[in-house]
């Protein structure tokens, strides 16, 4: 099985494509055409059209959770794809709050997207905390186990504008990508941890060797024991690749480049990674 994996939005731009603060990756298999998340705004489909992504031919999409910048194209990709599958968490739909100079302000799924997921027939939209196989080789993690005792949400998210009822974001969700003896985890945020989403595929897995992380890790906010224990962890995982995008912080992802050296990068719109068994 040959996959490829390309990021059509992302915090950092590539050649001649756009950026923006969100994500959104195309995986491309033998078979299936399947996109995780949706980025934010405009820059979604416009680096799609530039890479040749036809977005009319998605068979699936995939939600890592409800936030604005994951969610915010939803509409537009079901316009295209009236008869597209859905997986989600179903807590996706849950309104959601941060916090900005002490005040309340929406960063959930945007109405738009909400109205156009309750529309989908209800064999279309598939809400599960399960792991589960979406397609040849490709997996829904399900509800990741929280087991490390230094890994938070990375941040204050709350799930009413009174700030009362705080999020802890168990619908955050990654790929798990099996190709030959080799695994991918491509993950959105990674509210639940770093290591957390990857010792629970290794775990799903636990006869196939973890080979790449790809995805926001959502470190930005780590505080400094946090850092350094998620850096410490990931050394022991003799990882072939790590891909860095999205809501890492920079500052961060640099410590974790010094750290763990060259097979670290960071990730683009338009970055490519090809796999095959």
């Not at 040749?52 to 959770?65: A, P």
């Not at 770093?194 to 629970?200: D, E, S």
Request: hydrophobic residues 40%; glycine residues 10%.
């Amino acid at each position: 099985m040959s996959t490829t994996l390309t990021i059509l939005s992302d915090n950092l731009p590539g050649d001649k494509l756009q950026s923006e603060h969100g994500f959104a990756v195309h995986v491309q298999t033998s078979s299936t055409s399947v996109l995780f998340d949706t980025g934010q705004g405009a820059v979604f489909s416009a680096n799609a059209r530039s890479l040749g992504i036809d977005l009319e031919s998605l068979d699936l999409l995939v939600l890592s959770h409800g936030h604005y910048d994951h969610t915010g194209n939803v509409a537009q990709v079901l316009a295209y794809n009236p008869g597209i599958h859905v997986h989600c968490h179903p807590a996706v739909l849950l309104s959601r709050y941060g916090v900005r100079h002490g005040k309340a302000f929406p960063i959930g799924i945007p109405d738009a997207s909400r109205a156009a997921l309750l529309s989908l027939p209800a064999d279309q939209l598939h809400r599960s905390a399960q792991f589960h196989r979406l397609t040849e080789g490709v997996y829904f993690s399900g509800t990741i186990p929280r087991v490390t005792s230094f890994e938070d949400t990375g941040g204050n998210f709350f799930l009413d504008s009174t700030l009362f009822h705080q999020d802890t974001l168990h619908d955050d969700m990654a790929l798990y990508i099996v190709h030959g003896d080799a695994l991918t985890v491509v993950t959105g945020c990674c509210h639940s941890g770093i290591v957390n989403t990857v010792t629970h595929a290794m775990s799903c897995f636990p006869n196939v060797r973890l080979h790449t992380v790809l995805g926001g890790l959502h470190l930005l906010n780590a505080s400094q024991e946090r850092l350094e224990r998620t850096i410490h962890a990931l050394a022991q995982l003799n990882l072939t690749a790590l891909v860095l995008c999205h809501c890492t912080g920079s500052a961060q992802g640099n410590a974790v480049k010094r750290a763990l050296g060259d097979i670290v990068s960071l990730g683009h719109t338009g970055l490519q990674l090809d796999f095959t068994a």
